[in-house]
């Protein structure tokens, strides 16, 4: 008795969603032949039927959207679809399953041998679908919205909600701009409400929601899609480097700022440079000032970079500069101080050798070859180091190897260079141990400016001898003049674990004594050269 209950009640059911599709065909004025024979998923059509149904009198090819929409019921039965399919390479019709017409481009012939196939067992699956998946969630509203965080509500599934065991959240930036990464959030709760956070203030997001049920395998469809934004904050701005040093004879200087605003609609900002004259600020209108902007990274945080490039610098240019930025939120400003560099001091410690630091930061050793690459011909290009087999794995080692003490950060900005590859351009940034993909198409940018430095510092001392007195530990040091050297520092030591002593001259030579090791740079006010080593250990030096 208490069977043939349930055989009833789970007919009834049967009956009821059938009819729900059949209904829901109707209301959306599908033709009676094409809701006869797709309409009802406990009577597929014969193959027969299924050409007859799509050829040019009966058309329903043209309502497939609307009856996938029916036929689907909310749920997404893909999964169960190709498990129970006759013949799962014929899949070209499953679109039917996630409540899709013909998907684009997809081929009608295939379309219709999936049907004719498969057919019966998606209709199958519908039927399993409508008593054992729950329909999508209810009622999604955005309760609390802050700059950075959203807080969603929800009610469970109409159908099937004790099927409901979690949610899947989608959430994704609504205002879509080309080079926006593609950096949806996905979360999942047992809870009919979430909190996401670390959103992009002033932002477009839309939202939707997937009931999933306890295997993970069954799943709703979307729910309805919910639009929101995130609230504004006043802009901020910092100065990239301050002060920024450059000699009196350069002639150009690049200074530059970052700043981060809500949203990446900019209608209401304004940004602008100042120069300090008297006791204020005033607008900068001379066409001997470039300034440019540019969003330099979409992840997160979401960055921007104005820069201001200074041509055919006079002495009153060095001075004190503003970076100042407006919007609908508020305002900021970064005070930039341009200063005259003299010609640096020498560091107590040489700088290591291309080599030898490539040594110390472990690159492996047939991948060493790339470390011979030095600033040293006077041939006015950037070596681009020949790549061993295998070796782009030590690549970021090796730029930075060869990076040592040289900073050409400001021009990579300028070139939009983000500041994930800015190793690639400042020594002083330890490199990623692999380099990040992004980087690749800014290696062009970044040697373009290596480039331009090495035009304004001085070559590699070559040429680097040293002449020993009989009988003494003396020796008398020589080398080339290196183009625009201005001073030499040099360095030696007597064993490893000793200071260095260092003493700068303005010639080719240099007496010293107790030495094993040497190491000698060339210096000017815009930097100092590679460094040129010998190693005196082995008494292996020409004698007079
Ligand atoms: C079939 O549908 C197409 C696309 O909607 C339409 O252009 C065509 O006129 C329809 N044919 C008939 C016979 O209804
Ligand atoms: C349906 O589920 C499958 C996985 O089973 C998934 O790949 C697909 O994107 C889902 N379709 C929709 C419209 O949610
Ligand atoms: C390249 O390096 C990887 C990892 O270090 C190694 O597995 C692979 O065999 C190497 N290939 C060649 C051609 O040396
Ligand atoms: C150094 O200069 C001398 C003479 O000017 C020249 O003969 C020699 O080749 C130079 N050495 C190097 C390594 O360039």
């Known amino acids: ?45 014969d193959d027969f039927k299924v050409y007859e149904i799509f050829d040019h009198r009966n058309n329903c090819s043209s309502h497939l959207k609307k009856i996938a929409q029916c036929l689907s019921n909310g749920r997404n039965h893909t999964s169960c679809c190709s498990s129970e399919a006759r013949d799962r390479d014929l899949n070209a019709c499953f679109s039917l399953c996630e409540g899709e017409g013909l998907g684009s481009g997809v081929v009608w012939p295939k379309y219709q ?17 409508y008593q054992n998946t729950p329909s999508p969630p209810q009622l999604i509203t955005a309760v609390k919205v802050g700059p950075h965080m959203v807080e969603l509500s929800w009610s469970p599934p109409t159908q099937n909600p004790n099927l409901a065991h979690k949610y899947e959240v989608i959430c994704s930036e609504s205002d879509q701009n080309m080079e926006t990464e593609d950096d949806e959030i996905v979360e999942e709760t047992r809870n009919t409400f979430i909190t996401l956070t670390d959103l992009h203030p002033g932002t477009k997001y839309l939202a939707y929601i997937i009931a999933i049920t306890r295997d993970g395998k069954r799943r709703s469809l ?13 802009p901020t701005i910092q100065a990239f480097k301050d002060p920024v040093q450059t000699p009196r ?12 605003i809500s949203g990446i609609s900019h209608s209401k900002l304004h940004l602008e440079w100042q120069r300090k004259s008297g006791k204020g600020y005033e607008v900068i209108n001379d066409p001997r000032f470039l300034l440019t902007s540019y969003v330099s990274s979409y992840g997160r945080p979401r960055e921007f970079v104005t820069t201001l490039e200074i041509f055919h610098l006079q002495a009153s240019d060095f001075t004190m500069y503003r970076c100042k930025i407006a919007d609908e939120f508020g305002n900021a400003h970064a005070d930039v101080q341009l200063k005259t560099s003299s010609m640096g001091a020498a560091n107590s410690e040489p700088p290591d050798t291309p080599l030898g630091c490539c040594q110390y930061r472990g690159v492996e050793s047939r991948c060493l070859a790339m470390c011979g690459a030095s600033d040293n011909d006077a041939k006015k290009y950037v070596p681009r180091p020949s790549m061993p087999i295998n070796c782009s794995g030590e ?3 090796v730029i930075s190897c060869a990076m040592q003490g040289i900073d050409e950060s400001p021009c990579c900005l300028k070139k939009k260079v983000p500041r994930t590859c800015m190793y690639l351009c400042d020594g002083s940034i330890t490199p990623h141990s692999h380099m990040p993909f992004a980087c690749l198409e800014h290696l062009e940018s970044a040697q373009t400016c290596r480039a331009n430095g090495l035009q304004k510092r001085p070559t590699a001392v070559d040429g680097l001898k040293a002449t020993s007195s009989p009988g003494t530990d003396t020796v008398v040091l020589r080398w080339n003049q290196s183009e625009r050297a201005e001073i030499y520092h040099v360095y030696w030591r007597k064993r490893p674990d000793q200071q260095w002593e260092v003493k700068s001259v303005v010639g080719t030579t240099k007496k010293i004594s107790g030495a094993d090791e040497v190491v000698v740079v060339a210096a000017n006010a815009f930097g100092i050269s590679q460094a040129a080593k010998l190693s005196l ?8």
């Not at 041998?113 to 679908?129: D, H, I, Q, R, Y």
């Not at 979307?222 to 006043?234: E, N, Y």
């Not at 250990?537 to 007079?544: D, E, G, M, T």
Request: glycine letters at 2%; proline letters at 6%; aromatic letters at 8%.
């Open 395 to 397: 690549l970021a080692k």
């Open 113 to 129: 041998s999936c049907l004719a196939v498969n057919l019966p067992s998606m209709f199958t699956c519908f039927e399993k679908g």
């Open 1 to 45: 008795m208490l069977y043939l209950i349930l055989a009833i009640f789970i007919l009834l059911i049967k009956e009821s969603d059938a009819a729900a599709v059949d209904q829901c065909c109707r209301r959306h004025q599908v033709p009676e032949i094409c809701v006869n024979s797709l309409c009802n998923p406990t009577k597929p059509p």
């Open 222 to 234: 979307a729910s309805d899609i919910i639009h929101f934004q995130t609230s504004g904050v006043p």
């Open 249 to 260: 004879t350069a002639t150009s200087v690049i200074l530059a700022c970052r700043f981060q």
């Open 537 to 544: 250990a082995n008494a292996k030096w020409s004698r007079n």
